[in-house]
Protein backbone atom coordinates (compact mmCIF):
# COMPACT_ATOMS: atom_id res chain seq x y z
CA UNK A 1 0.00 0.00 0.00
CA UNK A 2 1.50 3.28 -0.84
CA UNK A 3 2.12 5.64 1.95
CA UNK A 4 -0.24 8.40 0.94
CA UNK A 5 -2.89 5.47 1.27
CA UNK A 6 -1.84 4.15 4.05
CA UNK A 7 -1.88 7.24 5.91
CA UNK A 8 -5.54 8.27 4.86
CA UNK A 9 -6.60 4.83 6.35
CA UNK A 10 -4.83 5.00 9.56
CA UNK A 11 -6.40 8.74 9.54
CA UNK A 12 -9.94 7.43 8.30
CA UNK A 13 -9.70 4.22 11.44
CA UNK A 14 -8.34 7.11 13.35
CA UNK A 15 -11.54 9.69 13.03
CA UNK A 16 -14.15 6.77 13.25
CA UNK A 17 -12.74 6.00 16.32
CA UNK A 18 -12.98 8.89 18.27
CA UNK A 19 -16.63 9.38 16.53
CA UNK A 20 -16.91 6.29 17.86
CA UNK A 21 -15.94 6.89 21.50
CA UNK A 22 -18.04 10.36 21.40
CA UNK A 23 -20.72 9.06 20.50
CA UNK A 24 -20.07 6.39 23.57
CA UNK A 25 -20.17 9.12 26.02
CA UNK A 26 -22.80 11.16 24.28
CA UNK A 27 -25.30 8.17 25.05
CA UNK A 28 -24.35 7.92 28.30
CA UNK A 29 -24.79 11.28 29.35
CA UNK A 30 -28.16 11.18 27.85
CA UNK A 31 -29.02 7.94 29.59
CA UNK A 32 -27.94 9.28 33.23
CA UNK A 33 -29.70 12.79 32.64
CA UNK A 34 -33.31 10.42 31.90
CA UNK A 35 -32.24 8.25 34.96
CA UNK A 36 -31.41 10.89 37.90
CA UNK A 37 -30.09 9.89 41.44
CA UNK A 38 -33.36 8.31 43.30
CA UNK A 39 -32.09 7.29 46.18
CA UNK A 40 -30.78 10.03 49.42
CA UNK A 41 -27.29 9.96 49.78
CA UNK A 42 -24.72 11.46 52.58
CA UNK A 43 -23.53 13.67 50.30
CA UNK A 44 -22.91 14.75 46.62
CA UNK A 45 -19.22 15.13 45.43
CA UNK A 46 -18.94 18.04 42.80
CA UNK A 47 -15.89 17.12 40.66
CA UNK A 48 -13.42 20.16 40.00
CA UNK A 49 -12.91 22.12 36.52
CA UNK A 50 -11.18 24.75 35.29
CA UNK A 51 -12.76 28.29 37.86
CA UNK A 52 -12.66 30.99 35.32
CA UNK A 53 -12.49 31.29 31.94
CA UNK A 54 -12.84 34.08 29.29
CA UNK A 55 -12.78 36.48 32.08
CA UNK A 56 -15.98 35.21 33.68
CA UNK A 57 -16.37 32.37 36.21
CA UNK A 58 -16.31 29.01 34.30
CA UNK A 59 -20.37 28.16 33.29
CA UNK A 60 -19.56 24.73 32.73
CA UNK A 61 -17.86 24.14 36.51
CA UNK A 62 -21.41 26.68 37.76
CA UNK A 63 -23.45 24.25 36.23
CA UNK A 64 -21.80 21.36 38.24
CA UNK A 65 -22.29 23.23 41.45
CA UNK A 66 -25.98 24.11 40.45
CA UNK A 67 -27.14 20.95 40.19
CA UNK A 68 -25.46 19.70 43.38
CA UNK A 69 -27.14 22.39 45.00
CA UNK A 70 -30.66 21.07 43.40
CA UNK A 71 -30.23 17.70 44.79
CA UNK A 72 -29.60 19.16 48.29
CA UNK A 73 -32.53 21.62 47.89
CA UNK A 74 -34.37 18.27 47.20
CA UNK A 75 -33.43 16.31 50.18
CA UNK A 76 -31.19 13.48 48.65
CA UNK A 77 -27.80 14.86 50.29
CA UNK A 78 -27.15 16.52 53.49
CA UNK A 79 -23.42 18.04 52.88
CA UNK A 80 -21.88 19.35 49.40
CA UNK A 81 -17.99 18.22 49.08
CA UNK A 82 -16.18 20.41 46.49
CA UNK A 83 -13.37 18.31 44.86
CA UNK A 84 -10.66 20.90 42.77
CA UNK A 85 -7.33 22.41 43.40
CA UNK A 86 -5.25 25.13 41.92
CA UNK A 87 -5.81 26.50 38.25
CA UNK A 88 -2.07 27.18 36.80
CA UNK A 89 -4.04 30.42 34.47
CA UNK A 90 -4.69 32.13 37.40
CA UNK A 91 -4.11 30.43 40.77
CA UNK A 92 -7.37 29.79 41.99
CA UNK A 93 -8.71 27.12 44.04
CA UNK A 94 -11.76 25.59 42.49
CA UNK A 95 -12.75 24.29 45.44
CA UNK A 96 -12.70 27.29 46.86
CA UNK A 97 -14.18 28.86 44.17
CA UNK A 98 -17.41 26.08 43.96
CA UNK A 99 -17.92 26.79 47.56
CA UNK A 100 -18.29 30.18 46.62
CA UNK A 101 -20.96 29.82 44.09
CA UNK A 102 -22.50 27.46 45.93
CA UNK A 103 -23.04 30.28 48.37
CA UNK A 104 -24.31 32.62 45.97
CA UNK A 105 -26.92 30.31 45.16
CA UNK A 106 -28.34 30.29 48.46
CA UNK A 107 -26.85 27.22 50.23
CA UNK A 108 -25.98 27.46 54.12
CA UNK A 109 -25.22 23.66 54.73
CA UNK A 110 -22.27 22.43 54.87
CA UNK A 111 -19.41 22.07 52.53
CA UNK A 112 -16.32 19.81 52.70
CA UNK A 113 -13.49 21.29 50.24
CA UNK A 114 -10.31 19.01 48.72
CA UNK A 115 -8.18 21.40 47.23
CA UNK A 116 -5.17 19.70 46.12
CA UNK A 117 -7.17 17.47 42.94
CA UNK A 118 -5.55 18.44 39.08
CA UNK A 119 -7.86 15.48 37.30
CA UNK A 120 -11.11 13.88 37.63
CA UNK A 121 -8.73 10.22 39.09
CA UNK A 122 -7.35 12.98 41.52
CA UNK A 123 -10.87 14.47 42.91
CA UNK A 124 -12.01 10.66 43.55
CA UNK A 125 -8.57 9.26 45.37
CA UNK A 126 -8.32 12.71 47.31
CA UNK A 127 -11.91 13.04 47.72
CA UNK A 128 -12.27 10.01 49.74
CA UNK A 129 -10.05 9.94 53.00
CA UNK A 130 -12.34 13.43 53.35
CA UNK A 131 -15.65 11.47 52.83
CA UNK A 132 -14.30 8.40 55.05
CA UNK A 133 -13.52 11.07 57.74
CA UNK A 134 -16.95 13.00 57.57
CA UNK A 135 -18.24 9.63 58.01
CA UNK A 136 -19.89 9.21 54.61
CA UNK A 137 -21.15 6.07 53.65
CA UNK A 138 -23.50 6.90 50.09
CA UNK A 139 -22.62 9.88 47.73
CA UNK A 140 -23.79 11.20 44.50
CA UNK A 141 -21.08 12.40 41.78
CA UNK A 142 -22.19 15.59 40.20
CA UNK A 143 -20.61 16.33 37.13
CA UNK A 144 -21.56 16.87 33.30
CA UNK A 145 -23.10 14.30 31.12
CA UNK A 146 -20.30 14.53 28.70
CA UNK A 147 -17.89 13.61 31.56
CA UNK A 148 -19.94 10.57 32.78
CA UNK A 149 -18.44 7.47 31.18
CA UNK A 150 -15.17 8.60 32.09
CA UNK A 151 -15.62 9.08 35.86
CA UNK A 152 -17.57 6.15 36.32
CA UNK A 153 -15.02 4.11 34.74
CA UNK A 154 -12.17 5.88 36.74
CA UNK A 155 -14.55 5.29 40.32
CA UNK A 156 -14.48 1.74 39.19
CA UNK A 157 -10.79 1.23 38.47
CA UNK A 158 -9.88 2.81 41.94
CA UNK A 159 -12.16 0.86 43.96
CA UNK A 160 -14.36 4.33 44.82
CA UNK A 161 -17.59 2.93 43.53
CA UNK A 162 -16.63 -0.20 46.40
CA UNK A 163 -15.87 1.81 49.10
CA UNK A 164 -19.10 4.04 48.85
CA UNK A 165 -22.59 3.10 47.65
CA UNK A 166 -22.43 5.62 44.45
CA UNK A 167 -24.78 7.03 42.41
CA UNK A 168 -23.61 9.65 39.56
CA UNK A 169 -26.03 13.01 38.54
CA UNK A 170 -25.45 14.51 35.13
CA UNK A 171 -25.69 18.51 35.04
CA UNK A 172 -29.23 19.02 33.65
CA UNK A 173 -28.62 22.59 33.12
CA UNK A 174 -26.21 22.60 29.92
CA UNK A 175 -23.17 24.98 30.58
CA UNK A 176 -22.94 27.76 28.38
CA UNK A 177 -20.27 27.50 26.33
CA UNK A 178 -19.03 29.18 23.45
CA UNK A 179 -19.30 26.98 20.04
CA UNK A 180 -15.80 27.06 20.09
CA UNK A 181 -15.30 26.00 23.57
CA UNK A 182 -17.87 23.26 22.70
CA UNK A 183 -15.59 22.04 19.82
CA UNK A 184 -12.92 21.73 22.19
CA UNK A 185 -15.00 19.70 24.70
CA UNK A 186 -16.21 17.46 22.27
CA UNK A 187 -12.44 16.97 20.83
CA UNK A 188 -11.04 16.97 24.34
CA UNK A 189 -12.73 13.56 26.04
CA UNK A 190 -11.83 11.17 23.68
CA UNK A 191 -8.63 11.70 24.11
CA UNK A 192 -8.64 12.09 27.81
CA UNK A 193 -10.06 8.47 27.60
CA UNK A 194 -7.52 7.22 25.38
CA UNK A 195 -5.04 9.21 28.01
CA UNK A 196 -6.31 7.16 30.77
CA UNK A 197 -6.68 4.17 29.11
CA UNK A 198 -2.85 4.05 27.97
CA UNK A 199 -1.43 5.40 31.74
CA UNK A 200 -3.50 1.95 32.92
CA UNK A 201 -6.18 4.12 34.90
CA UNK A 202 -9.21 1.63 34.03
Not at 7 to 35: C, K
Not at 185 to 201: C, D, M, Q
Request: with cysteine; glycine share 10%.
Amino acid sequence: MKPRRAAALLLALGLAGWGGMALVVARHGEAALRHPPARPADAALVLGNRAWLDGAPNPCLASRVEAAVALARGGLVRQLVMSGGEDSEDGRIEADEMEGMARAAGYAGAVLRERASQSTRENLRLAWPLLVDAGVRSVIVVTEPGHLWRTERLARASGFDRAFDVQYAATPVACRRSAWRAVQAVLREPLAIVHNALHGHF
